[in-house]
């Protein structure tokens, strides 16, 4: 059975950072895309960023410039840097990846709350 399995979320300071980890267990073909999404109360998941199984990656606007993917194909694992975190980013991060067994599934982490203060 697969599994995703996130860690590194936790409170920090607004400025500060944090590294997001992902691991992706089981038996599979392979993964393609896998990424980070966030959901903060009140408010819809939404897409923080992604990588293709080419590497092509794929940020959100508010993203861009602070938060960095990073994809180890051999270890089956995906990595979110998050720099000058702000309140705003405050949220439950989201492992998400599309995997390749007999068919092609969308699979979901447990998520890993990310808060950042004032």
């Known amino acids: 059975q697969v599994q995703l399995v996130e860690s590194g979320g936790g409170l920090v300071q607004a400025g500060g950072s944090l590294r997001l980890s992902c691991a992706v267990s089981?038996?599979?073909?392979?993964?393609?895309?896998i990424g980070w999404y966030r959901q903060a109360p009140g408010q819809q998941r939404e897409l923080v960023a992604s990588?293709?199984?080419?590497?092509?990656?794929n940020y959100a606007d508010f993203a861009k410039g602070r938060f960095a993917i990073s994809r180890d194909l051999a270890k089956n694992t995906v990595a979110l840097q998050m720099n000058s975190l702000k309140p705003e980013d405050t949220a439950v991060y989201y492992c998400?990846?599309?995997?390749?067994?007999?068919?092609?599934?969308?699979?979901w982490g447990q998520g890993t709350q990310v808060t950042v203060s004032s």
């Open positions: 990588v293709s199984s080419g590497g092509t990656t």
């Open positions: 998400n990846a599309v995997i390749v067994i007999l068919s092609t599934r969308n699979y």
């Open positions: 089981g038996s599979f073909l392979r993964i393609n895309h």
